[in-house]
């Protein structure tokens, strides 16, 4: 088993680690207004691009939604499903599309299950993935807000957090 696997079944850890991540970009906001979204954009995508592909096979979708997948990037599922499976998990638990691949479902669930906090997140029906956002840094969408708005036509269900 590789390391970044290893370190994907102790989502406790990582959550922790996202946790304290966000509680410090909560508090940058005033970088933004000093130097522009834009250019601390250019400064955190490769090291977040990096750490995040090490760990997490990260594909830079600029929404991040991990915690509430148990700590495994939905954007690895083949079919880029953010909202569970679809119909063709195989009996072992693989992948429809690619068998040798076990289902990043399965695994979200199993880690999701090992979590304390944001333990329940796995249930919110998560909005349409906006495609302009691929690309960008997730962190510094997450310190604008911008990846908390929605598709045109999309209403939050009510249980969904904003
Ligand atoms: S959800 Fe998006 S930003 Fe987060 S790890 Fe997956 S591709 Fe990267």
Redesign the pocket.
């Known amino acids: 088993m590789g390391l970044a696997r290893r370190l994907q079944n102790h989502p406790r850890l990582l959550a922790a680690g996202y946790k304290a991540n966000l509680w410090i970009a909560m508090r940058l906001g005033f970088v933004i207004r000093v130097i522009g979204a834009q250019r601390l954009a250019r400064w955190l995508y490769a090291p977040e691009e990096f750490a ?1 592909r090490q760990i ?1 096979d ?9 915690h509430s997948t148990g700590m495994t ?3 690895t599922c083949p079919k880029n499903l953010r909202n569970g499976p679809c119909g063709g998990v195989r009996a072992n638990g693989h992948c429809e599309v690619k068998p040798e691949m076990r289902c990043i479902w399965v695994d979200a669930y199993d880690r999701s299950q090992k979590m304390t906090t944001y333990k329940d997140e796995l249930h919110i029906l998560q909005p349409p993935v906006d495609r302009r956002l691929e690309g960008t840094s ?1 962190w510094v969408n997450l310190m604008t807000g911008r990846d908390k708005v929605s598709a045109a036509g999309w209403n939050d269900p009510p249980h969904a957090e904003g």
């Open positions: 995040k997490f990260c594909r830079m979708c600029g929404q991040c939604i991990l990037c939905p954007m997730a």
